[in-house]
C-alpha cells in the first residue's frame, strides 16, 4: 500500500469518527442569553459532524464542590461523567462584575474528580469559551478567566474566543443571533473543538 493511500486511508478514518462535544453553561433561569450563545457553539460542532450535548440551567445547581465528599448527587456524576467521555468541550458563562458565575465555576470544580483519569482533568481535550455579559470589560474579563481555568485543568483553549457583549447582542428562542459576527465567532468555536479532537485522533 502507497504511503498516500495509507494516508488516505487514516484520513477518512478519522474524518469519519465520532466526535463527542460537552458543552456546559448557562445561568439557572432556562433558555438565558448565555444558554443560547452556548447552543449556537454547540450548533457549529454538530455542523463540522460532532455529537453534542448541553448541560445547562437547573442541571448545573450542584452541591458546593468538596473534594472529600465521596458519594456525589446523580446530577454531579452524571457531569463528570460527560466530561470524561468527552472529546471536547464548550463552556460559557455569564459575566458577574467581572467575573464568571459561581454556578459555572462550581460545575467546573467537579473536573478536579477526574484527576485520577488516564486523561486526567481537560487533558488532551480542546475547549471552546464564550463569556456573555452586559458591556466590554465584565466579557473580556470573563473570557480570560475561563482561559485560566482552562489552562489549570490542562485542556487547550480553542485559537478563537467569544467575548459577547449582551448590550448589543442578542439570542432568540429560535437559535438565531442578532449579529452575524457574534454568531459566525461562536459557530467558529465549536468546529475549531471538533478539528482539534480529530487532529489528536489522527496522532
Not at 46 to 72: H, K, M, N, Q, V
Not at 106 to 123: F, K, M, S, V
Request: aromatic residues 6%; glycine residues 14%.
Amino acid at each position: 500500500m502507497s504511503g498516500d493511500r495509507l494516508a488516505g486511508d487514516v484520513e477518512g478514518a478519522v474524518m469519519g469518527m465520532a466526535i463527542k462535544v460537552v458543552g456546559l453553561g448557562g445561568s439557572l433561569r432556562d433558555g438565558s442569553q448565555t444558554e443560547r450563545a452556548l447552543r449556537l457553539a454547540l450548533a457549529g460542532a454538530e455542523s463540522a459532524g460532532a455529537e453534542t450535548l448541553a448541560i445547562t440551567g437547573s442541571d448545573l445547581a450542584l452541591p458546593f464542590y468538596d473534594a472529600g465528599e465521596i458519594d456525589r448527587t446523580p446530577e454531579a456524576a452524571y457531569l463528570v461523567e460527560q466530561v470524561r467521555t468527552a472529546d471536547g468541550v464548550i463552556i460559557a458563562s455569564p459575566g458577574y462584575h467581572g467575573a464568571l458565575s459561581g454556578l459555572v465555576k462550581n460545575a467546573l470544580d467537579y473536573i478536579e474528580d477526574l484527576r485520577g483519569d488516564e486523561r486526567p482533568y481537560l487533558d488532551g481535550r480542546a475547549v471552546g469559551l464564550a463569556s456573555i455579559a452586559f458591556g466590554w470589560q465584565a466579557s473580556v474579563a470573563t473570557l480570560a478567566q475561563l482561559r485560566t481555568i482552562t489552562h489549570s485543568l490542562r485542556g487547550w483553549p480553542t485559537p478563537l474566543g467569544g467575548a459577547i457583549n449582551s448590550a448589543e447582542v442578542k439570542f432568540d428562542e429560535g437559535g438565531g443571533c442578532s449579529s452575524e459576527k457574534a454568531e459566525f465567532t461562536l459557530r467558529t468555536i465549536g468546529t475549531q473543538v471538533v478539528e482539534f479532537a480529530r487532529f489528536r485522533a489522527g496522532h
